[in-house]
């Protein structure tokens, strides 16, 4: 906070889902570069895209990620959405079997691959290196850190230690999962008149799951702008 200009770093990672062909890739390409391609084909290749934005005068990089066609086989793995603090959760409003996988696309993004049969110990471990990885900020490594537990692997005599520890780090858990700045964006509102999910419906599913909602259109450019700005703007507020 007292450093002077230019002597703060902010780099967002911005994660885009949605089913295949609700138009992700166009709403970043729309972002970043102002382009629209109407036969795009399954990403391939690039992973994100590092886009400027400023709030309140700090220059923000936003790194955006899209899916390089995964998604098809729903193969989109943990990697993807690891450090993620921003989230694009995109549905096509004339196919309503893209709105109906939001939720599935949800539980996705707050869950973890936490391999719950290991020994008790190395899952300590495992759920330490997971909270320090998807949410790192300075003050959950330290906590982290004052439980020496992880490096006691014989697991002699800290049991209740490593208890303690694991019920902090769930709860940093859930913290590090509400703060994701969550967004739902029905594309394609050009297409209004073949529209299979109302604007309501939109609205009413994003009131329920608490996240922001805006129609968009990659095509025309409406709100593209305007929903990354809010993401980035959301958790630009978050940090302070
Ligand atoms: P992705 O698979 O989710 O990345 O979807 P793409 O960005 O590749 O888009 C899939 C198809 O939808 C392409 O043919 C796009 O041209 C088209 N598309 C994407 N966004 C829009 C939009 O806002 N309006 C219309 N009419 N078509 C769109
Ligand atoms: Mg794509």
Request: aromatic share 10%; proline share 1%.
């Amino acid at each position: 906070q007292e450093e002077g200009e230019g002597g703060e770093e902010y780099l967002f990672k911005i994660v885009v889902i949605g089913d295949s062909a609700v138009g992700k890739s166009n709403l970043l390409s729309r972002f970043a570069r102002n382009e629209f391609d109407s036969n795009s084909k399954a990403t391939i290749g690039v992973e994100f895209q590092t886009q400027v934005v400023e709030i309140d005068g700090k220059e923000i990089k936003a790194q955006i990620w899209d899916t390089a066609g995964q998604e098809r086989f729903r193969a989109v793995t943990s990697a993807y959405y690891r450090g993620a603090v921003g989230a694009l959760i995109v549905y096509d409003i004339t196919r309503r079997s893209s709105f109906d996988s939001v939720k599935r696309w949800l539980d996705e993004l707050g869950s973890f691959e936490i391999d719950f049969t290991l020994p008790f110990h190395m899952l300590m471990l495992q759920l330490i290196v997971v909270a320090t990885v998807e949410c790192l900020t300075p003050s959950v490594v330290l906590r982290a850190l004052k439980y020496p537990v992880y490096l006691d692997f014989a697991g002699s005599g800290t049991k209740g230690l490593a208890e303690r520890a694991l019920v902090e780090v769930e709860v940093w858990l859930t913290h590090c999962d509400t703060a994701i700045a969550r967004m739902l964006v029905g594309n394609k509102s050009d297409l209004d008149n073949i529209r299979e999910v109302s604007r309501d419906e939109g609205k009413s599913l994003a009131e329920e799951e608490s996240l922001f909602f805006m129609e968009t259109s990659a095509l025309d450019s409406t709100n593209v702008e305007a929903a990354f700005e809010v993401v980035i703007r959301e958790i630009y507020n978050n940090m302070s």
